[in-house]
T-cell receptor, first 112, second 114 residues
């Protein structure tokens, strides 16, 4: 079946620290992969995506590379800011499907 | 602001009751998706409608139903409510029924069943 396993949180970092949130997936073929972010009291927003192997998605300083060989899509940012504090969700969309499968979410808190 | 609106923002009700959650998609979007976010199950896809027709079904209970109206707004009906139905319910929309379209999420409706 389709599933996403995401690094357990919560994660607390100091401002300007390096961030990695691990995400691995199980799916047949080549699903599309996504990172969504949920700020307090808001809905999910698409942060970045990748639709094929070795694609790198990037946005707002965040990056993730679609690794077929390790079935991973880890989220990274070189220098986090307080405003990055949110819950981050890794998700996949199977080939031919329209719905998304989400990981459990990782809460990130960045302290000044 | 994604352009997707959901009402009400919060809903508190008792076990056994029935509630209706409403979603208005972004202007021009034809697809609507419903997701449930709960502490124990995480974020799960419930159902998708495209231009008034049911397109895909996920882990939606038989006590739950949805529909999409001619003006493209959608309603999710939850009946015979149980404590475990307490969750955040999200609606998302996308332009077409194509797998490459991004989904835009609303702010959610928080349902509390007492």
């Amino acid at each position: 079946g389709n599933s996403v396993t995401q690094m357990e949180g919560p994660v607390t970092l100091s401002e300007e620290a390096f961030l990695t949130i691990n995400c691995t997936y199980t799916a047949t073929g080549y699903p599309s992969l996504f990172w969504y972010v949920q700020y307090p009291g808001e809905g999910l927003q698409l942060l970045l995506k990748a639709t094929k192997a070795d694609d790198k998605g990037s946005n707002k300083g965040f990056e993730a590379t679609y690794r077929k060989e390790t079935t991973s899509f880890h989220l990274e940012k070189g220098s986090v800011q307080v405003s990055d504090s949110a819950v981050y969700f890794c998700a996949l969309r199977p080939i031919g499907a329209n719905n998304l499968f989400f990981g459990t979410g990782t809460r990130l808190t960045v302290i000044p | 602001d994604s352009g997707v609106t959901q009402t009400p923002k919060h809903l508190i009700t008792a076990t056994g009751q029935r509630v209706t959650l409403r979603c208005s998609p972004r202007s021009g979007d034809l697809s609507v998706y419903w997701y449930q976010q709960s502490l124990d199950q995480g974020l799960q896809f419930l159902i998708q409608y495209y231009n008034g027709e049911e397109r895909a079904k996920g882990n939606i209970l038989e006590r739950f139903s949805a529909q999409q109206f001619p003006d493209l707004h959608s309603e999710l009906n939850l009946s015979s409510l149980e404590l475990g139905d307490s969750a955040l319910y999200f609606c998302a929309s996308s332009p077409r029924d194509q797998s490459y379209n991004e989904q835009f999420f609303g702010p959610g409706t928080r349902l509390t069943v007492l």
